[in-house]
């Protein structure tokens, strides 16, 4: 969870001054960067300003429940993950290293849509689907995710919810003033590698559960102490 929000957070906090750096205006810059309300339809009217500042928060938002539905439909949370990441990597890459600033702009489109989705992304992926035999359905509604248990369940809502907020604070401090004139390449870096770590988890997480879901479906294991209990991929 510290890797899916350190980038939103990067882009929530270091936006308006990255468009700066592009040499936007302090008025455009905070426009580029607005969300769609009403009040900003007539701020747009009244500045005669292009639908460029709410596009962002669309394709955002357009993007976050296309990946939510296709991960109900299929019932796979790691993989559509795992796109994401790559948006966001994409994202980065072209912020950091583009000329034109359409094109480090549109970076800017596609970190915020894959961090984004990333977000509540794993929060279903610890708290998801049931996979139970239909001998143990009445008990889907207790274990309908990853962790069983309510102490279990307690303890890693805590766990999750302190370290997306360490996240924000990782953002802050890898993105200084100082590096403006470098566009911000070691925060870049950064998100780089936890985009990176965060790829490396969503592998080994796939690899045991499957091998572990294999064994139950075998009948040589009991996963989480839940007979008919398949972990989510």
């Known amino acids: 969870f510290l890797a899916a929000t ?10 308006t001054i990255i468009l700066r750096g592009m040499g936007y205006n302090l008025r455009d810059s905070f426009l580029l960067t607005a969300h769609l309300t009403p009040l900003l339809y007539v701020f747009d009217f009244l500045l005669g300003t292009t639908e460029e500042e709410v596009a962002h928060i669309l394709l955002q938002a357009a993007s976050t429940f296309f990946f939510a539905w296709i991960s109900d439909k299929t019932k796979k949370r790691a993989l559509f993950l795992a796109i994401q990441i790559l948006m966001t990597i994409v994202g ?10 359409g094109a480090r702009y549109f970076g800017l489109f596609l970190i915020n849509m894959g961090a984004s989705g990333c977000v509540p992304g794993v929060l279903a992926y610890v708290s998801s689907f049931c996979h139970l035999t239909l001998l143990n359905a009445d008990a889907c509604p207790q274990n309908a995710n990853n ?11 805590a766990m999750i919810i302190a370290f997306g907020g360490i996240g924000g604070i990782f ?4 993105f200084r003033q100082k590096d403006a004139a470098n566009r911000y390449k070691p925060g870049l ?8 770590m965060f ?15 294999a064994a139950a ?7 989480e102490g839940t007979p008919g209990f398949l972990y989510t991929l």
């Open 171 to 174: 953002a802050t401090l890898v």
């Open 92 to 101: 980065l890459a072209v912020l950091g290293w583009a000329n034109p600033n």
């Open 189 to 196: 870096y950064a998100t780089f590698a936890c985009q990176g």
């Open 147 to 157: 962790i069983i248990g309510y102490s279990k369940r307690s303890v890693s809502t």
């Open 217 to 223: 479906k075998a009948g040589n294991r009991v996963n």
């Open 199 to 213: 790829l490396i988890l969503l592998a080994v997480n796939t690899f045991v559960f499957k091998r572990r879901n």
């Open 6 to 15: 350190m980038p939103a957070y990067a882009i929530g906090f270091f936006i």
